[in-house]
């Protein structure tokens, strides 16, 4: 796959809870599989460091969850950030633009003139999204398997027909209680094929959590206990973190009130 004009569009990220540091944006060619992505990355990498892809949900560009991409690639991580080429489509549209990120992060760090070559742990991949985009990566972590390392989905929508999922790679859902679109009865279906699956588990159901806190602006609730806790999954299966571990563990003792139920195997 040949990849070019990749286009820098900023820098410089400030996020409540998190330490400055600059964030590279680089926009990067589309495919048959995703309409537009942009990789965001430390600008003073050096290194190779682990590396997901996230998409948002229906109807969503990934300026929708930038958010998220930034505070990830804050903390240590190359973000191949996607919108699915028809983000009014099916769920399939999502696993697909994950599965053909995954290949872009292993052939861009290998390719001259790349703005991220050399610096993507290929052995260190993972998958996040948020509901398409978190059903998107419960589907394709089941056709990848150990090829990836973490997945994070993200309220994830999955027909009842799809839930059926076989990820292999350690998987954590986050959900809200009070999610209309993805309901607690869905939420339930789902992480009973993910414990059969895979070893590694968590799952954390939010008692005020809503749908739309994950996509739009105006609404910030949840985000830095989001992000808290998706770094320290990251962190602790792509960064073997053990302070990572005690952040997971210890999440519902520490805010019992925001949680109706967190289960997790580390």
């Known amino acids: 796959m040949r990849l070019k004009n990749y286009f820098v569009l900023g820098s410089a990220l400030l996020f409540s809870g998190f330490s400055a540091a600059d964030v590279c944006q680089i926009e990067v060619p589309s495919t048959e599989n995703y309409s ?3 990789y965001f990355y430390p600008c003073d990498a050096d290194t190779p460091l682990p590396a997901i892809t996230l998409t ?7 300026h929708k969850l930038q958010w998220m991409a930034e505070a990830i690639a804050n903390s240590g991580y190359v973000v191949l950030a996607m919108t699915p080429t028809d983000k009014y489509g099916k769920v399939e549209q999502w696993r697909d633009a994950h599965l053909r990120g995954q290949k872009t992060l292993v052939a861009t760090t290998k390719e001259e003139g790349s703005p991220v070559k050399s610096l993507i742990d290929t052995n260190l991949r993972g998958i996040a999204g948020f509901s398409m985009g978190g059903g998107g990566t419960l589907l394709a972590g089941s056709i990848l398997k150990d090829d990836v390392k973490a ?3 993200f309220a994830p929508f999955l027909l009842k027909e799809q839930r059926n999922v076989s990820p292999t790679a350690p998987t954590m859902i986050l959900a809200g209680a009070k999610d209309l679109l993805v309901t607690n009865e869905s939420i339930e279906e789902i992480y009973q094929h993910v414990e ?5 588990r968590f799952v954390a ?13 105006e609404i910030t609730t949840n985000r830095d206990s989001y992000i808290e806790l998706t770094l320290a999954w990251l962190d602790y299966h792509l960064k073997e973190s053990s302070s990572a571990a005690k952040v997971l563990s210890e999440a519902e003792r520490q805010s019992p009130e925001r949680f109706t139920r967190i289960s997790h195997k580390l």
Do not use: I, K
């Open 36 to 38: 537009e992505a942009a």
């Open 151 to 153: 997945l994070a989905a």
């Open 56 to 62: 948002g949900g229906y109807s969503n560009t990934y």
């Open 196 to 200: 059969a699956s895979t070893d590694q």
């Open 205 to 217: 159901v939010y008692e005020n959590g809503r749908h739309q806190q994950w996509y739009r602006p």
